[in-house]
């Protein structure tokens, strides 16, 4: 009930927005290129001050979820990486245009929007350098590394209540020297940066880094959404992400149904009130708000693009111009249309890491 409340609420606040001005377009543009990329904070340096922002983490100390010295440290490093990178986000969040691919003109016009992405974006790194009011939420982080949801993810974000969450991270997020190929990989950020050297660093795999991992996972707290619910993976991944935003996102097309069994079949989509046993649908634009990877991949984007002193691009496969959800038969925007999966696809599987 209270997700069709949230989404009763988007739908009114959109009704609301219907005259504000247009957000006016960043195309993204290439610059000239640099292949050389900014230092990376050197982790085992105790007087680099980059890297030396205190972060305070809640571990748990229930028997089968400590974690490790080592896996502290990894972890530690990795929310320092986080915070970074969302502050950069929001410093600037139209930078690079990549909030114009993953964040629809229909979220961009709704009143407070601005405000919204900058308070979003201050709680997120409220709740992982620990300065959050305990009041108001804390998170404890579990590391049982074989829980049974570590067989289909990286990490993963439970919610007790409203102010309780917990982050339980996965035995795959330390995952060392696997192929990078494999759709579960997930490197550290460290050699995320060190791939943009070379030039071969694109949004996919630096999304795919410990740091975009754990940008996804604060947006599945009710806390960083600065409401009643957590944010819901509405679309996985870079192309579905895109999708969503174009407003051309059908979770009962392409990998839409893969998606939703991963999200416990709940229809996050579609018409509403929706009968849980019957369908998803085609996803309203504006939930990219409520989507953990459109806010990770734009934060990613921005921070990347900047340590790397050039700008991340699209990944390859596609140039940039995927033809995902583009029907040549079938009309993805009529819901009723039987033939509402005809012609259509949703890009590329990409791996979930929660
Ligand atoms: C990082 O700092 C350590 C300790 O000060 C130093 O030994 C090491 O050479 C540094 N590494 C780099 C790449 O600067
Ligand atoms: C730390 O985590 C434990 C276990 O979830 C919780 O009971 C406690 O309130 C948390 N403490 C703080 C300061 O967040
Ligand atoms: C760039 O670096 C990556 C990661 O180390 C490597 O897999 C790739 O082959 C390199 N590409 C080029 C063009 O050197």
Redesign the pocket.
Known sequence: MTNLRFLHIFVTLCLLAIGANAFSINRIENRAADTSCAKTP?T?????DSNNKNVKINYSTQEGETCTQEQKGEIETEFRNAIAMVNSAKADWSKDGYEDIFFAKTAQKMPKYKETVHDTLTRITEMLDGTVNAKDYTLTVTCAGKAKSCAKFVAFMKQADKTHGTLNVCDHFFDKNIDRKQERYVDTTDNRLEQCENGSLDLRDAQRSRAGVLVHESIHTSYAMGGPDPGEDIAYGLDAARLLAMGTFDRRCGNGPAMRALTSNKPLCGKTPQDPKTEDGLCKSELCMQNPDSWSFVATGIWFSEQCKKKIQLPQEDGGKTNAGISSKGKPNDNSAESHCNGYSTGVADFPFD
Do not use: I
Request: aromatic residues 0%.
């Open positions: 050197n085992s340096n105790p007087d680099d």
